[in-house]
């Protein structure tokens, strides 16, 4: 189970480049208490060296995601060797990088949606009358 407590909070730190991990041992609903702040994953000692981690997320197996906005990349974090982080060799991956983009023969630059296809960032032209959407 990966999970074994309950209330388990994951907070990107983009000040120190690290993902915590929030437990609230003795279950009073905060975690302000002593050893409820873990590292989880850091630049210091993890596997990446982070520059703006921001966004998480996180899956029913235990992976913990994060994003790093300034590298536009998504980590998979997952702690295998039950020790609380995923600071250890083979504990973090690159889950998402962003695909390489071209320039296409109009000139404009593309965009990528979230399916991974690539389109112009201009609107295509209206046709007169057509309404604006």
Known sequence: MPYARTQDLFVADMSNDACWRL????QDGD???PGEQLSFCSDTIGAFAWTNPKCVGSA????VYVADTTTDVVYALRD????GDANDPGEAAMFWTPPVATTRSTGASPST???GSTSPTTAPPRRSGAPRT
Do not use: E
């Open 23 to 26: 437990a609230d041992l003795n």
């Open 31 to 33: 975690h302000n208490d």
């Open 60 to 63: 029913a197996d235990g992976a």
């Open 80 to 83: 295998l060797n039950g020790d």
């Open 113 to 115: 949606s979230r399916a």
